[in-house]
Nanobody, 124 residues
Framework: QVQLVESGGGSVQTGGSLRLSCTAS????????MAWFRQAPGKEREGVAS????????VYADSVKGRFDISRDVVTNEMTLQMNNLSPEDTAIYYC?????????????????WGQGTQVTVSS
């Protein structure tokens, strides 16, 4: 059974930075795409950023472009999300996802594997 484990969440003030990591229990080059999603209380899970594992190509939600940076390391089987200039609107549980079955990367139902999530809280 594939396991994805997120780490690096926490509490910061507006303008601060956090770096999230997602460690996979198997080789991430088995996956086509990996992604970060987030879910705030009372809201749907939304795609934040996604990365094509083979080439390293990336896509971002408009709300995080220029502030967040997604990357992956096929040697350590990790995916990371560097988050800069954080605002209270970024407060959410952040989830790691892997293996896009079909369709749009930003649709959470299209990913096969999920981590348990890590809380990010940004205070004003």
């Amino acid at each position: 059974q594939v396991q994805l484990v997120e780490s690096g969440g926490g509490s910061v003030q507006t303008g601060g930075s956090l770096r999230l990591s997602c460690t996979a229990s198997d080789a991430i080059d088995h996956y086509n795409w990996m992604a970060w999603f987030r879910q705030a209380p009372g809201k749907e899970r939304e795609g934040v950023a996604s990365i094509l594992v083979g080439s390293g190509g990336t896509v971002y939600a408009d709300s995080v472009k220029g502030r967040f940076d997604i990357s992956r390391d096929v040697v350590t089987n990790e995916m990371t999300l560097q988050m800069n200039n954080l605002s209270p609107e970024d407060t959410a549980i952040y989830y790691c996802a892997a293996d896009l079955r079909d369709g749009r990367w930003s649709d959470a139902t299209n990913f096969r594997y999920w981590g348990q999530g890590t809380q990010v809280t940004v205070s004003s």
